[in-house]
């Protein structure tokens, strides 16, 4: 499904501030795999992520989803396939618009945005339903302007919109890293079971070990650009916190 | 009465140009001061075209062209050449005064013995009356379409570009051709004034732009007040506090007048005003 091969990045290339960001990396993900990447800050998680999604190019390798080499497709061209959480709450939705609007653009992520008024009573109707199975009481904020939401309910409202629109990628940045505890878990179940109902590719950075060790069927662990552990769904299953921590020392 | 009442009808023929930078600022936050060239362009092809018998509806169709294509000049120079936002739409204004003064041939044409777009409704005799409905029937019309582009899907992915571009291209949305058709859209509405202005004060003149996009800024955030103190959501009704902020800044300038101060400090004023409507949120918030 996604294929990254010998993907070398530089920042400030050529200066005295040169950082080698990514490392000649290969990385191969099948379909419905859920991967969860770890490592330190600087490790290049984030920005293997942003390639991957379009956000910069890479000065070296290539990049394939599903078979077609995306390497220098622009990011809003790549949404065809790829669905994202980011780190920062704020990052996923428009603040200054409704709820509705904002989903309005999720269903609409693979499709032209075009002349016509596409938020009608059965749009309306539809969302409805698929907030209210958060729980959150967003069934009865759909006119409220997103950037008054909470960050637990942004993000879990990002997770949702991303599931719209038939993704085949989903890339989660940190999602839980500024949210609480609760909030924490309502939106790993929900990414969890987004991933699994949909069957999505997927790609999970995180800092929390724990959440690395329940979640995914995959772990990988990654240091100054490269990738340093590869561990497939058996092996992860039978990996200790502690021995996950050893890696980091 | 008549002073005030004209004061209103101006205020009206801007309401254009207040939508426009209502999309500009509000919709892409940019200050986009291509609005003093257009605003003038839209008035100096209207002159030159008048002065050539060319029919109006045509003027309007290209003085409409005219303002999009700056819209489009600034759009490419900000997001094609990464200039800043500020600095395309100077470069694209100041070389529009050139380009307005090559339309115009001159510095000033008077249009009183051209036709003008009132002349379509002579049967009201009074020419105040003629201006009162063609300047309704211009704010509605052009109402009427924004609120609706705005509201359907591709005016969704509009508005979200300006509060959250990352998102909105992980969306699918090229935000840079987004900036420039705002842009484009936004112009073009300001040319529409240009239009209006000329024709309703019977002349054109190169200098007539000079600061315009100050009342539009003036207009919008008097209008964001109205917003602000009625919580008002709907875009139709946001759209429609452009046009009381329109009609309260021409009103105020006026007052001004009436009050004896001298018209060389008009500019001044206008500053003033929108240093007022910009300032004081501003210090109340910081005294908060």
Not at chain 1, 83 to 108: M, S
Not at chain 2, 135 to 164: E, P
Request: net charge positive; hydrophobic share 50%; proline share 2%.
């Amino acid at each position: 499904m996604l294929q990254a091969e010998n993907l070398t990045k530089y920042f400030n290339r050529d200066t005295a501030s040169q950082i080698l960001a990514l490392d000649h990396l290969t990385l191969q993900l099948n379909e419905k795999e859920f991967a969860v990447i770890v490592g330190s800050n600087g490790s290049g998680k984030s920005t293997l992520l942003n390639l991957i999604a379009g956000n910069y190019l890479p000065d070296e390798g290539r990049i394939k989803i599903n078979g077609n080499d995306v390497t220098t497709k622009q990011d809003y061209k790549r949404s065809k396939w790829i669905a994202r959480v980011f780190q920062d709450p704020v990052q996923g939705t428009a603040p200054d618009l409704t709820l509705l609007d904002n989903f309005r653009l999720a269903f609409l992520r693979t499709k032209p945005k075009g002349f016509r008024i596409g938020i009608n009573s059965s749009f309306r109707n539809s969302v409805r339903e698929k907030v209210a199975v958060l729980n959150l009481g967003l069934e009865y904020k759909l006119n409220t302007l997103a950037g008054k939401l909470s960050g637990g309910q942004r993000q879990a409202l990002t997770l949702l919109m991303a599931s719209m629109d038939d993704p085949k990628i989903l890339l989660l940045d940190e999602p839980t890293a500024a949210l609480d505890p609760r909030a924490s878990e309502i939106v790993m179940e929900l990414a969890a079971h987004l991933i699994s109902k949909q069957k999505l590719t997927a790609i999970l950075v995180t800092h929390n070990l724990r959440i690395a060790s329940h979640y995914g069927s995959r772990l990988i662990m990654m240091d100054k650009g490269r990738i340093m552990q590869d561990l497939d769904e058996e092996l992860k299953k039978n990996i200790s916190l502690h021995e996950m921590q050893s890696w980091f020392v | 009465m008549e002073f005030y009442f004209s004061a209103i009808l101006l205020g009206l023929a801007l309401c254009s140009l207040g939508f426009g930078i209502y999309i500009s600022l509000r919709i892409f936050s940019i200050p986009d001061i291509t609005t003093d060239g257009s605003y003038t362009l839209g008035a100096a092809v209207t002159a030159a075209l008048l002065l050539r018998g060319i029919p109006i509806p045509v003027i309007l169709l290209i003085i409409i062209l005219c303002g999009a294509f700056a819209g489009i000049a600034t759009g490419i120079i900000h997001t094609r050449m990464r200039l800043n936002a500020l600095l395309s739409g100077i470069l694209v204004m100041t070389s529009l005064y050139s380009i307005n003064l090559q339309i115009m041939g001159r510095s000033n044409i008077p249009l009183i013995n051209t036709k003008r777009i009132e002349g379509t409704f002579g049967f009201l005799h009074d020419n105040n009356l003629q201006w009162l409905v063609v300047l309704l029937l211009f704010i509605c019309l052009i109402w009427v379409l924004l609120s609706w582009l705005l509201k359907t899907d591709f005016g969704v992915a509009m508005r979200a570009t300006g509060t959250n571009e990352v998102m909105v291209r992980s969306m699918g949305v090229n935000t840079l051709n987004m900036k420039v058709t705002g842009l484009a859209i936004a112009n073009a509405l300001t040319a529409v004034s240009g239009f209006l202005v000329c024709q309703f004060q019977q002349f054109s003149d190169i200098n007539m732009g000079i600061g315009i996009v100050l009342f539009g800024l003036g207009s919008v955030m008097m209008g964001e007040s109205l917003i602000s103190a009625f919580k008002i959501q709907s875009i139709g009704i946001r759209l429609l506090t452009v046009v009381a902020g329109c009609i309260a800044f021409r009103l105020i300038i006026a007052v001004a007048l009436e009050v004896g101060i001298n018209p060389n400090w008009l500019k001044a004023i206008t500053a003033l005003i929108v240093l007022l409507v910009a300032g004081i949120p501003q210090l109340k918030r910081s005294a908060q």
